[in-house]
């Protein structure tokens, strides 16, 4: 018999803080048994969700089905070179802690990524990406049980078909994969990525004079960070809720002549648009709606301010879908998932 809890409150597993009960859950500890628990889902028709830290997720009051919360745990370190050092983490690890542990180790690389919540098995899933800095400019490989066979097996990076927030475990075979461990290749050669104009001046600051290092970069993302994006144990939030939309350059130059504040990154042949600029400009920043709204520092976030929902959520997320669309003609996506999936009508 495998260790099902019935009727599990997630409201304290997910970072929105939605009230939320799972049918059944499930703590997955070891490998063993997880393989136990799908060969159970091949005789069953039970959907199942895997949960990480819950940071990336809009669930709804009822979750049907199962809920098998990564719990796996583990740091191995394959080799310790100058110039490669490989580390390879288990999926329940928190990912920031694991950032943490790399840059106090002197193992450079994570530090741009300090601060995202969750775990390190989700963080292939829609490639966690900030500061300049994606997760697939890291990875060497990832540990999966395929469920279809409920095998083992090495996914090398460019298998994982990692892109803008987005892998193949997010759009090109969502729910085949269930990630164990990531394996890493960091570097013990101090190279900071200072790319972006607000992480560049807060190392600076930090620095007073002297090189800049990656813990200085580490510290610089985690004030940035505290000083900007609500911290979720104090206002519910799954952090950016659109992704930032891409757009060609005749639509770019459109949208520039129209306005010149436009806030936009030019990418290979086309340009990303900020989508918190695009909701701002819409007058959302600092609007709410019953218990939801928009965050005041940064309009690209929704919070809960308590007693909110997903049903509020998404008809606060719709508003702001279609204000951006009518007046720029840019189509938001969200970025979190729901859980269960949404059903669409016309
Ligand atoms: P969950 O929310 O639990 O799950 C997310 C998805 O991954 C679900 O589909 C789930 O089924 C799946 N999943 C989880 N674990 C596994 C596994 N082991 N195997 C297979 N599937 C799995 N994201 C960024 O990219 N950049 C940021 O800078 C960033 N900043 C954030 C700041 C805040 C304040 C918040 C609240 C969120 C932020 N996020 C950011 C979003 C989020 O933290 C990341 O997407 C994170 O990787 C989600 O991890 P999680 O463990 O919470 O995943
Ligand atoms: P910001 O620095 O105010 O920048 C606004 C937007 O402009 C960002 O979305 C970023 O795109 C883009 N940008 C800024 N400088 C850039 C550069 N030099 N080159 C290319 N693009 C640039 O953004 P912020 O809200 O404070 O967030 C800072 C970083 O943390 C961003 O990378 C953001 O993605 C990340 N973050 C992500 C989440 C999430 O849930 N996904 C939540 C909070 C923060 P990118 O988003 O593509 O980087």
């Not at 500890?29 to 393989?35: A, F, G, N, T």
């Not at 690389?109 to 300090?114: F, H, M, R, S």
């Not at 949208?255 to 042949?269: I, Q, R, T």
Request: proline share 5%; hydrophobic share 40%; charged share 20%.
């Amino acid at each position: 018999m495998l260790p099902f809890q019935e009727r599990v409150e997630l409201t304290q597993l997910n970072t929105f803080g939605f009230y939320s009960i799972a049918e059944r859950y499930i703590k997955i500890e070891s490998v063993d048994l997880l393989q136990q628990l799908v060969d159970h889902q091949h005789h069953s028709t039970d959907p199942l969700l895997v949960l990480g830290g819950g940071s990336n997720l809009i669930l709804d009051d009822e979750v049907p089905g199962i809920v098998a919360h990564m719990r796996l745990r583990g740091k191995q370190l394959l080799k310790v070179a100058q110039d490669e050092v490989l580390l390879k983490v288990s999926a329940g690890e928190a990912w920031h802690e694991t950032v943490e542990y790399a840059v106090n180790q002197g193992f450079y690389g994570l530090e741009n990524l300090a601060l995202i919540p969750g775990t390190v098995g989700a963080a292939p899933i829609q490639n966690i990406g900030a500061y300049g800095v994606e997760l697939q400019d890291r990875v060497v490989s990832v540990e999966v049980l395929d469920i279809h066979s409920n095998s083992l097996h090495h996914l090398t990076k460019d298998q994982c078909q990692f892109g803008y927030r987005d892998s193949l475990f997010k759009s090109l075979d969502p729910g085949r994969y269930i990630i164990l461990s990531v394996t890493f290749a960091l570097t013990r050669n101090p190279t900071p990525q200072l790319d972006y104009l607000a992480l560049k001046e807060q190392c600076e600051m930090l620095a007073q004079g002297v090189t800049i290092t990656p813990k200085h970069v580490f510290e610089a993302v985690c004030a940035i960070r505290q000083a900007k994006l609500p911290d979720p144990n104090h206002l519910g939030n799954v952090g950016s809720f659109f992704k930032n939309p891409y757009v060609d350059p005749s639509t770019y130059a459109q949208l520039m002549e129209s306005y010149p504040n436009l806030v936009g990154f030019v990418e290979a042949d086309k340009y990303k648009l900020a989508a918190g600029w695009l909701i701002e400009a819409c007058g959302f920043k600092g609007y709410r709606s019953k218990s939801v709204g928009v965050y005041d520092k940064q309009a690209l976030v929704l919070v809960n301010y308590g007693q909110g929902n997903r049903a509020q959520i998404e008809a606060l997320a719709g508003q702001i879908y279609r204000s951006v669309l009518e007046r720029f003609g840019v189509a938001l996506e969200v970025e979190p998932r729901y859980y269960p999936a949404l059903i669409l009508s016309e």
